[in-house]
DNA sequence: TATTACAGACCGACCAGTCGGTACGATGAA
DNA sequence: TTCATCGTACCGACTGGTCGGTCTGTAATA
C-alpha cells in the first residue's frame, strides 16, 4: 500500500480538501494530518501553502492548453477546430474537475508573482479560442455581426461555469454536455455557408434548423 | 459629510474590500478601520462576519430575481420575455457588480443555514428563466433539439462569467455586451417560426442570417 | 433614569511557518 | 565486510502573530 511519494499525497489531498472548504478553510496542519504526514514533511516538499496552491493551478492550465492545442493542429477548418476544442475541454473537465473548482474559486489568493505566471496561460488559452472564431469569420462560416473577443468569452463562460453546477453522478456525462454546447454554440455562429460543414459535426443540423 | 448610518458604511466597505482581497482576505479590524468605526460599532449591527457576509449575498439575489420577474411579468412572449430578462441583468450588473463578485467567489464561506437561505433564491432564478426557454419550445419558437435545462445553464453561465472580465472602463458597456448575447442566444435557439419575432428584437437578424 | 449606539482594550483559538532533531540509505575508506 | 560519514526525507514541538468575537465603559438621547 501507501506507496505514492509524499508529495504527490500532500498535492492529492490538499486538493480534495480545498475543493471541498476552500483554501481559507483548510489549515496546513489538516492537510498534513489527512495525507498522514507532518509539518516538517509538508514544508521539506512546498515552500508554502501559496506554493502548493500554485502548483495546483498549473498543472490544470497547462494541461488544459495542451490539449486545446492538440485540437487546434489536429483539424484545419475553424469549424471542426472549435468543436475540437469544445470536446477536449471535456477531457480536461472528467481528470480535473477539482483542479478546475479551485482554480477558479482560489486563485485571487495566490500571490503576485505566481498570479501573473497564471494570468500568462490563461490569456494563452483564451487566444487560442479567439483566433478560431476570427478564421471562421474571415472565411466566412461564422457571422461577422457579433464580435471575436465577446463571443470567445460567451464560450469560455459557458464552459467553465459548469464546475459550479456539473454532476458527476448526473443524469448526463460531460461529453453529453459538450454536445449540446456545441450544437447551442454553431447554430448561433454559423453562416449558410458553413453549414454543409455543420452538419456533418452536429446532429441536430441535419434535421434542417430552418424548419421545425 | 458622512451622513450615512453606520451599518450602510460598513456595509459598503466591506462590500469594496471583499470584492478586492476576498472574504479571508479581509479582516474585520481592516473593515473597521476603513469605515472609520471600531468592532463595538461593528458588533453592534452585526452578529458575526459571516452575517455581514449573507446580507451582501441577499440584496443582490433579491433584487436579481425582482427585476428577472418584472421582465418576465412585462412581457408576454419567449422571445420578448427572454430578451428582457438578459437585459434586466444589465441593470443589476451596473449597480451590483461587486456584489455578484462577491457572491460568486464567497458563497462557499457562508454557514450552512445562511446558504441554503441562498441557494433557495439561486434556484428561484435559474427556474424562471428555464420556465421561458420551455415555454418556448412549447410554442415552437425555441428549437426542440436542446433540453431547456442545460440551455438554461448554459445561458446563466454566459451572463455570470462576465463578472470575471468586465471592465467598467472597457470599451464596452455591459448593455452593448448583453445585446450580443442576446444576438448569439436567439441564433442558437431560433426556429424559423420564431424569426419574425426576433427581428424585431436583434439588429442582426433583420440582415437576413441566412444569407451571408 | 433607562436605553441605544458606539468605543477600544482584551482574550483565547488558531494558523503559517521554523527549527532542532532523527531515521536511513548511499558512499567510501580501511 | 565493516564502520564512519554524509545527505536527504521527514518529524513534531514551538513561536510570533493574527483573527473573530467579547466585555466593560461612556456619551448621547429620550
Given at each position: ?7 504527490e499525497r500532500?498535492?492529492?489531498t490538499?486538493?480534495?480538501l480545498?475543493n471541498e ?9 489538516q492537510?498534513v494530518?489527512?495525507?498522514?504526514t507532518s ?8 515552500k ?5 496552491l ?16 492538440e485540437a ?8 471542426s ?6 470536446h477536449?475541454?471535456t477531457?480536461?473537465?472528467?481528470v480535473y ?10 486563485s485571487?489568493?495566490l500571490s ?5 505566471a497564471i494570468?500568462v496561460k ?5 487566444y487560442l479560442?479567439?483566433q478560431?472564431?476570427q478564421e471562421?469569420q474571415?472565411?466566412?462560416?461564422f457571422?461577422?455581426?457579433v464580435p471575436?473577443n ?5 464560450i469560455?463562460?459557458m464552459?467553465?461555469w459548469?464546475y459550479?453546477w456539473f ?7 460531460m461529453e453529453?454536455?459538450a454536445d449540446?454546447f456545441?450544437d447551442?454554440?454553431l447554430?448561433?455562429l454559423i453562416t ?5 460543414e455543420?452538419v ?6 441535419s434535421?434542417n434548423?430552418?424548419?421545425?
Amino acid at each position: 500500500m501507501k506507496k505514492k511519494p509524499l508529495k504527490e499525497r500532500i498535492l492529492e489531498t490538499a486538493l480534495r480538501l480545498f475543493n471541498e472548504k476552500g483554501f481559507h478553510g483548510v489549515s496546513v496542519e489538516q492537510i498534513v494530518d489527512t495525507a498522514q504526514t507532518s509539518k516538517g514533511g509538508f514544508y521539506h516538499n512546498f515552500k508554502s501553502k501559496d506554493e502548493l496552491l500554485y502548483q495546483i493551478h498549473d498543472v490544470f492550465i497547462t494541461y488544459a492548453i495542451e490539449k486545446a492545442q492538440e485540437a487546434y493542429d489536429e483539424y484545419k477548418t475553424p469549424i471542426s477546430r472549435l468543436c475540437a476544442i469544445l470536446h477536449s475541454f471535456t477531457k480536461v473537465f472528467d481528470v480535473y474537475q477539482s483542479h478546475i473548482t479551485v482554480f477558479y474559486q482560489e486563485s485571487i489568493y495566490l500571490s503576485n508573482s505566481f498570479q501573473s505566471a497564471i494570468n500568462v496561460k490563461r490569456d494563452q488559452y483564451r487566444y487560442l479560442l479567439e483566433q478560431v472564431i476570427q478564421e471562421g469569420q474571415k472565411l466566412g462560416d461564422f457571422r461577422k455581426e457579433v464580435p471575436a473577443n465577446i463571443t470567445t468569452m460567451a464560450i469560455i463562460g459557458m464552459i467553465n461555469w459548469t464546475y459550479k453546477w456539473f454532476d458527476q453522478k448526473g443524469p448526463l456525462t460531460m461529453e453529453e454536455i459538450a454536445d449540446i454546447f456545441k450544437d447551442l454554440i454553431l447554430h448561433s455562429l454559423i453562416t449558410e455557408q458553413g453549414k454543409p460543414e455543420a452538419v456533418k459535426l452536429v446532429k441536430s443540423f441535419s434535421r434542417n434548423s430552418t424548419t421545425r
